[in-house]
């Protein structure tokens, strides 16, 4: 692979991974906001939805949580909205070739993504913050949905787009470019059908165990307590709730996606270097591409043909059916990354279990050691999301959109950006991040800090105040 290509790649990653631990936040958030002002809103005893029924107290405390979230999400949004404007620029300056190529396709749902969801997003966020009392109960609480709504519709543009990148689908063209042909095939593409929801369902994963995490922080010190209780009450039935979902149904329809559509990358997932009927499911192993073998192992024997196909004798391809030149640029990082994905969500899984165990036998909030866990827990669910991301990304290799374009041509001539410009962005993009980094957990403690507002207390007026200090 050329140099300047390789930077072209590890700035694009740098800068997508930096900017998607924003989103991730923001579209899990978005859910529970929704929820807890819904609660809120509707939970009144004149209210036919007995299942939010509340008392006064309880609304006010759901009303107050929906409040101190919607300042986090702001923040967040705002930061992953500066992270996210030089991706738009580097289809252009890094990746010209392949924008050329594919602009008639993805330049749809990039272009959908900033128009509606983007301006539903942040215009209701406004709203949210700013209009409690300007606008009534009712439009309070749909802007919050709104929130929701636009947090999750930016997420289903920009995989689509990536699932077209995945599974080209709705297309139509010569080997020089490609054209929309079916926006309909586009959004119903078969790839996107099952890695819409299990992405989604790992973010929210992520918005359940922040919640559970600040509960459970303020549990332990001894602060805000009816607030602390309440989201370490949403966060770990959430958790349970989309734990669950990330194993079965979204994860192993889209491992079986992969299976059938990119069996390459599936071999490298599982470290399957040899075609075997009866393959073994790998649960600890060392890829060696020398020897081109898996060392070290730990496995079921027959399961990951079990898995795939339901039978436990059915062959499943290896690495060695295919050509070196379609292999992916590192198998090794595919294979890790995927288990890293899977071990770290089945960890949490099972952390969400027996917290939702002891949040039902009403010990939860005493029992220090589980609180620990549920606060120190939540890191690993990024770490999880983004390494199922490089093992989408890296597997894909080598090509840019799988079928049609090489990474290699659909990078810019490298008399246009050549590689040491690459790497001056690419240190310049680090300086930069650093200090976004540094800022933003500085405006996130604030916020930490001052705690939840008592609603019956502030007016609103004063919260919405606080929100943007």
Partial sequence: MSSYVLVDRLQFAFTVTFHYMFPILTMGLGLFIAYLKSVSYLGRPDRRLRLLRRTDDQRDAHESAARFWAKIFAVTFAVGVVTGIPLEFEFGTNWAAFSNYAGGVIGQTLAMEGTFSFLLESA???VFLYGMNRVGPRAHWISALAIFVGSW???FFIIATDAFMQHPAGYTGTGKSVHLKSFWALLTNPWLIWQYPHNMSGAALTGAFVLAAMGAFYLLLGRHEHFARLCVTVGVVGALIFGILQIFPTGDQSAKNVYHDQPVTFASMEGAFKTEQG?????????NTQTRQLEDTIALPHFLSFLTTHHFTSVVRGLDSFPTSLWPSSVPLVYYAYHIMVGLGTLLALLAVIATYLLWRRKLFSNRKVLWALMIA????YIANIAGWITAEVGRQPWVAYGLLRTSAGASPSQSVPAGIGI???LG???IYIFIAMLYVLLIVRIIARGPEDVRATPPSTVAATAGA
């Fill in 429 to 431: 993009f680090l300086g």
């Fill in 424 to 426: 001056f962005t690419l």
């Fill in 378 to 381: 939540f890191p690993f669910t």
């Fill in 153 to 155: 519709l930016s997420g």
């Fill in 279 to 287: 393959a073994p499911l790998v649960i600890i192993g060392n890829p």
């Fill in 124 to 126: 209701f966020l406004g």
